[in-house]
Protein backbone atom coordinates (compact mmCIF):
# COMPACT_ATOMS: atom_id res chain seq x y z
CA UNK A 1 0.00 0.00 0.00
CA UNK A 2 1.37 3.61 -0.74
CA UNK A 3 0.18 6.34 0.85
CA UNK A 4 -0.02 8.33 -1.83
CA UNK A 5 -3.19 5.98 -2.36
CA UNK A 6 -5.35 7.29 0.10
CA UNK A 7 -4.15 10.74 0.23
CA UNK A 8 -6.61 13.35 -0.41
CA UNK A 9 -5.30 16.39 -2.27
CA UNK A 10 -7.70 19.38 -2.27
CA UNK A 11 -6.07 22.24 -3.15
CA UNK A 12 -6.95 23.80 -6.47
CA UNK A 13 -10.51 21.79 -6.01
CA UNK A 14 -13.27 24.51 -6.63
CA UNK A 15 -15.90 24.98 -3.64
CA UNK A 16 -18.58 22.76 -3.93
CA UNK A 17 -18.94 18.97 -3.96
CA UNK A 18 -16.60 16.33 -4.97
CA UNK A 19 -16.89 12.28 -5.20
CA UNK A 20 -13.93 10.30 -5.15
CA UNK A 21 -14.13 6.18 -4.92
CA UNK A 22 -11.62 4.02 -2.54
CA UNK A 23 -10.75 0.24 -3.69
CA UNK A 24 -9.38 -1.11 -0.03
CA UNK A 25 -7.83 -4.83 -0.91
CA UNK A 26 -5.64 -7.13 1.13
CA UNK A 27 -2.61 -5.26 0.90
CA UNK A 28 -4.47 -2.24 2.63
CA UNK A 29 -5.64 -4.28 5.24
CA UNK A 30 -2.38 -6.29 5.89
CA UNK A 31 -0.48 -2.81 6.63
CA UNK A 32 -2.57 -2.41 9.74
CA UNK A 33 -2.32 -6.18 10.65
CA UNK A 34 -5.71 -6.64 12.19
CA UNK A 35 -6.87 -10.24 12.67
CA UNK A 36 -10.44 -9.09 12.15
CA UNK A 37 -9.86 -7.77 8.90
CA UNK A 38 -8.32 -10.37 6.82
CA UNK A 39 -11.62 -11.78 5.27
CA UNK A 40 -12.66 -8.31 3.84
CA UNK A 41 -13.26 -8.71 0.05
CA UNK A 42 -14.76 -6.05 -2.60
CA UNK A 43 -14.11 -3.16 0.07
CA UNK A 44 -15.09 0.30 -1.52
CA UNK A 45 -15.86 3.57 0.40
CA UNK A 46 -17.15 6.07 -1.59
CA UNK A 47 -16.18 9.81 -0.05
CA UNK A 48 -17.99 12.93 -0.89
CA UNK A 49 -15.89 16.22 -0.11
CA UNK A 50 -18.02 19.20 0.57
CA UNK A 51 -15.63 22.12 -0.18
CA UNK A 52 -16.36 25.42 1.33
CA UNK A 53 -14.04 28.24 1.85
CA UNK A 54 -13.30 27.95 5.13
CA UNK A 55 -14.24 24.35 6.10
CA UNK A 56 -14.47 20.94 4.92
CA UNK A 57 -16.93 18.11 5.13
CA UNK A 58 -15.87 14.37 4.19
CA UNK A 59 -19.03 12.10 4.23
CA UNK A 60 -17.65 8.28 4.24
CA UNK A 61 -19.59 5.76 3.08
CA UNK A 62 -18.24 2.39 3.56
CA UNK A 63 -19.39 -1.01 1.35
CA UNK A 64 -17.37 -5.07 1.60
CA UNK A 65 -18.12 -8.47 2.18
CA UNK A 66 -16.31 -10.19 5.12
CA UNK A 67 -15.48 -14.28 4.55
CA UNK A 68 -16.15 -15.28 7.99
CA UNK A 69 -17.89 -18.15 9.98
CA UNK A 70 -21.02 -17.98 11.58
CA UNK A 71 -20.79 -17.70 15.58
CA UNK A 72 -23.66 -20.50 15.93
CA UNK A 73 -23.25 -22.99 13.46
CA UNK A 74 -19.50 -22.47 12.71
CA UNK A 75 -20.48 -22.49 9.21
CA UNK A 76 -18.13 -20.07 6.23
CA UNK A 77 -20.37 -17.44 4.58
CA UNK A 78 -19.97 -14.14 3.43
CA UNK A 79 -20.75 -10.80 5.36
CA UNK A 80 -22.27 -8.10 4.17
CA UNK A 81 -20.87 -4.46 5.79
CA UNK A 82 -21.64 -1.38 5.71
CA UNK A 83 -20.63 1.66 7.61
CA UNK A 84 -20.48 6.05 7.34
CA UNK A 85 -18.92 8.63 9.10
CA UNK A 86 -18.96 12.19 8.00
CA UNK A 87 -15.76 14.45 9.37
CA UNK A 88 -15.63 18.20 9.71
CA UNK A 89 -12.09 19.34 8.61
CA UNK A 90 -11.06 23.25 9.74
CA UNK A 91 -7.70 24.89 9.68
CA UNK A 92 -6.37 25.62 12.91
CA UNK A 93 -2.40 26.77 13.80
CA UNK A 94 -1.51 22.76 14.69
CA UNK A 95 -2.83 19.13 13.72
CA UNK A 96 -5.43 18.18 16.05
CA UNK A 97 -7.59 14.52 15.46
CA UNK A 98 -8.54 14.07 18.62
CA UNK A 99 -12.04 14.46 18.33
CA UNK A 100 -13.38 11.44 15.93
CA UNK A 101 -15.86 13.84 13.85
CA UNK A 102 -13.52 16.97 13.61
CA UNK A 103 -9.87 17.34 12.22
CA UNK A 104 -8.28 20.19 12.12
CA UNK A 105 -5.49 20.64 9.58
CA UNK A 106 -2.59 23.43 10.11
CA UNK A 107 -3.00 26.70 7.94
CA UNK A 108 -1.37 26.28 4.42
CA UNK A 109 -2.43 22.34 4.40
CA UNK A 110 -3.23 21.07 0.76
CA UNK A 111 -3.98 17.49 1.15
CA UNK A 112 -4.89 15.43 4.19
CA UNK A 113 -4.14 11.41 4.36
CA UNK A 114 -7.77 9.09 4.34
CA UNK A 115 -6.16 6.12 5.28
CA UNK A 116 -6.86 5.51 8.93
CA UNK A 117 -10.38 6.70 8.40
CA UNK A 118 -11.05 4.07 5.93
CA UNK A 119 -9.38 1.63 7.80
CA UNK A 120 -11.51 2.38 11.10
CA UNK A 121 -14.89 2.99 9.13
CA UNK A 122 -14.01 -1.01 7.93
CA UNK A 123 -13.15 -1.77 11.38
CA UNK A 124 -16.48 -0.58 13.15
CA UNK A 125 -18.33 -2.37 10.34
CA UNK A 126 -17.59 -5.46 11.35
CA UNK A 127 -20.07 -6.30 13.94
CA UNK A 128 -19.30 -8.73 17.00
CA UNK A 129 -21.57 -11.27 16.74
CA UNK A 130 -21.74 -13.04 12.83
CA UNK A 131 -24.85 -14.98 12.41
CA UNK A 132 -25.89 -15.62 9.05
CA UNK A 133 -29.51 -15.65 10.70
CA UNK A 134 -29.40 -12.03 11.43
CA UNK A 135 -29.08 -11.34 7.18
CA UNK A 136 -32.57 -12.04 7.19
CA UNK A 137 -33.91 -9.91 9.84
Same mark, same amino acid.
Given at each position: ???????????????? %??? #?????? $? $?????????????? %???? %?????????? %??????????? #? $??????????????????????????????????? #?????????EVDLSQYLYELAV??????????????
Amino acid at each position: MKKRDHTLVFSGLKAG %THE #LEYSLD $A $AFFAHYNHPETEGI %TQAQ %TSVTLLKGSL %TMELRFAFSGL #L $ATEDDDTGEPFELPLHNTFTVVVKFGEVYDDQEPE #LLILPHGSYEVDLSQYLYELAVLSIPLRKSKNELND
